[in-house]
């Protein structure tokens, strides 16, 4: 097969397992409150858990695939499906807390902060591209001065700052969990747990890639991902 006829077929690939990923989330999502009620918070974190970790996939699978040239509103887009992400793993890890789970805070905490960190990187991309743009508009001194002092720059700014202060925040909490999970296995209340969720704990935000398969598993060939069994 020429490149080029390969290099179409894997971008289409691509294409559609990002599609596929952000649907099964919604799905999921759908699901869970439907079952509000009929189950335990525990129970229904896991399935937010599973969904946050299908738009966090979907998210950066759309960053990857991205067209060049591409548009600020694909990078809104990327930005939307890592702060779903982000919401949802929020959300586990309090019922986390609240419930006295800490290994599922510990993991929905680390995930929320490789969200949020993305987000971090992408507000920045996002930045950099309309400076671009507007270069390409006019080359004056006084029109970047304007670029770099306007309302937008000021509020891309914070943003990050707050994304950034989210993340951290998000840092804190999952490894204080994770000091949690420890003293357990020193009372024996678990076992080989431990050793797993370490190994996600130190990915970084940059290692999307090789983080999402130590939380996923092929529950059966040609279906759906499944958690693994930390929580």
Request: neutral net charge.
């Amino acid at each position: 097969m020429c490149l080029e006829l390969e290099t179409l077929f894997t971008n289409f690939g691509v294409a559609m397992a990002k599609q596929s990923l952000i649907k099964e989330a919604n799905d999921l999502q759908r699901s869970a409150r439907h079952l509000m009620g009929q189950i335990s918070a525990v129970e229904i974190s896991e399935i937010y858990f599973n969904a946050g970790l299908k738009y966090l996939h979907g998210a950066y699978l759309s960053e990857i695939d991205q067209p060049k040239g591409s548009s600020q509103l694909e990078k809104l887009k990327i930005y939307q499906i890592y702060k779903s992400a982000s919401t949802l793993f929020k959300l586990c890890g309090e019922i986390g807390e609240k419930h006295k789970r800490a290994e599922l805070s510990a993991l929905a905490f680390k995930c929320m902060e490789v969200s949020q960190f993305r987000i971090v990187y992408n507000i920045q991309e996002f930045k950099s591209m309309k400076i671009r743009e507007e270069r390409k508009m006019t080359s004056s001194v006084e029109h970047l001065k304007y670029i770099n002092s306007n309302p937008f720059a000021l509020k891309d700014l914070l943003n990050t700052v707050e994304a950034m202060d989210v993340a951290m925040d998000a840092s804190r909490r999952s490894q204080s969990a994770m000091r949690e999970v420890s003293q357990k296995r020193k009372r024996n209340e678990i076992n080989e747990i431990l050793d797993s969720i370490k190994n996600v704990l130190d990915f970084s935000f940059n290692d999307v890639p090789h983080f999402l398969p130590e939380l996923l598993v092929d529950a059966i060939p040609g279906q759906p991902h499944t958690i693994k069994t930390f929580l």
